[in-house]
């Protein structure tokens, strides 16, 4: 038996993968991509700076502000004299007042303060004594425009010709009193003489009869008769005395009432003059307010503007003191930009700093961010009707974009609606991400 040997068999080869190197390619050309993309944007975290901005809401103003146009005191309107959007200029009139009333009081204050400036000048002279009485004459101007004035100032005159008749009379009366008080004391003072004169005969004479009686040589009814005839000289003695003194006290009495005539004539007159001028003073106020009514029937322009927000319009109209009647936007005025920032980014706003303005009025495809910077920061936040805290900011735009037609800038005014960047620090993207986990760093590990 032979024995046969068969060769070995060997194992197949595997089949060539053609898909591998391709997968490959692929999986290192995404790899590859997938690097690049990363570093890119790592390199562009890392390397680009972005700017911080706090954004604002508000809008365009005049530099100048609108002014607000009132009245100091209240009035009716009588004509309005300029209409919306007017432009007026500086003391232009824009309305006119009805000044009926005002014009009565000024009248009413111009009668009595001229005649209560006649009534001074009648009393001064009485005080002084002067028989002559001057009016002044801005009075007496007064007078010859106005008859009421005229009749006061003759009243004047008539009273103090009259005062004066009348103390005169008073004083002569007086005086007469006196005169006749004084002829009764020499009346009785010469009876009184004469009485005593007699008493001192019947006296020698009742002597000596006494004397002749005693040595039966007389009789005693011619005693009698003589004692009877003393005892009336006595009394007539007494009663001249007694009358010579209340005839002195009669005289003194007139002096005395001649006297007190003048202290209460000058008493009175003092009065008066403290009561004229506080009367005159009052008048003065009174017309002097009323002349201002009247220099303001007009109501002027404080500066040259455009007439808005007007609120009369009707003949009448009643027009309360301080309550608005119309705005004046002034004209060629600067427009800047008023903004609020919350609370919260106040303390990355500061004056000085870039902003970036957009009109929001406009597309913003069709015009471009205007630039500027903060001229205002308010130093304390602020509230509106509604309760909402905010700091007011105010920029102003560069002066090349201010320039008409420069960078297709379209025309601005006042009450536009702006939305305002302020522009903060330069940090990277990195810086942006990192500084959450930094501040929580910080804060951590704290008790």
């Known amino acids: 038996m032979s024995l046969v040997l068969a060769p070995p068999r060997l194992a197949p080869l595997p089949e060539p993968e053609l898909g591998a190197p391709r997968l490959r390619g692929v999986a290192l050309a995404s790899l590859l991509t997938l690097v690049l993309g990363l570093g890119g944007i790592f390199a562009w975290a890392i390397l680009t700076p972005l700017e911080r901005a706090v954004i604002g809401t508000g809008s365009l103003v005049a530099e100048g502000r609108r002014k607000t146009v009132n009245l100091m005191e ?5 004509e309005l004299v300029v209409r919306e959007g007017d432009r007026v200029a500086a003391g232009q009139v824009l309305l006119r007042l009805d000044v009926t009333q005002a014009e009565a009081v000024a009248s009413q204050a111009r009668s009595a303060y001229h005649g209560g400036i006649a009534r001074l000048a009648r009393l001064s002279a009485e005080q002084a004594g002067d028989r002559a009485l001057v009016i002044p004459g801005a009075a007496l101007d007064a007078a010859r425009a106005s008859p009421t004035i005229a009749s006061f100032v003759e009243a004047e005159r008539r009273l103090y010709a009259a005062r004066w008749a009348a103390y005169d009379g008073a004083i002569a009366a007086q005086r007469r009193r006196v005169a006749q008080a004084a002829e009764q004391i020499s009346s009785l003072v010469a009876q009184r003489v004469a009485a005593g004169t007699r008493l001192r005969a019947l006296r020698e004479e009742l002597a000596g009869v006494n004397q002749l009686l005693a040595a039966g040589f007389a009789t005693r009814t011619r005693a009698l008769e003589l004692r009877r005839l003393e005892a009336e000289a006595l009394g007539s003695l007494g009663q001249y005395t007694a009358l010579e003194a209340q005839a002195g006290e009669q005289m003194a009495q007139a002096e005395l009432d001649a006297r007190n005539l003048t202290l209460n004539r000058e008493a009175e007159i003092a009065r008066d003059l403290q009561e004229t001028q506080a009367a005159v003073a009052d008048a003065a106020d009174r017309l002097r307010a009323a002349q201002d009514v009247l220099t303001r029937r007009e109501v002027l322009a404080p500066e040259a503007g455009i007439v808005t927000d007007l609120r009369f319009f009707t003949a009448g109209s009643s027009i309360a003191a301080g309550q608005p009647v119309l705005d004046l936007v002034p004209i060629d005025s600067g427009i800047v930009v008023e903004a609020r920032i919350a609370p919260l980014d106040i303390e990355q706003v500061q004056a000085g700093q870039r902003v970036n303005i ?10 471009p961010m205007l630039t500027g910077h903060l001229t205002y920061v308010s130093a304390d936040r602020q509230t509106d009707p509604q309760g909402a805290a905010f700091f007011l900011v105010r920029a102003v735009l560069d002066t090349a ?32 991400l990192l500084r959450p986990l930094r501040d929580s760093m910080r804060r951590a590990l704290r008790d």
């Open 74 to 78: 209240p009035g009716l309107l009588r």
């Open 358 to 367: 957009r009109l929001s009025a406009y597309r913003q495809r069709e015009v």
């Open 401 to 432: 974009e201010m320039v008409p037609g420069s960078a297709a800038i379209p025309p601005l005014a006042a009450g536009m609606p702006a939305e305002v960047f302020v522009l903060g620090e330069r940090r990277t993207v990195l810086d942006y």
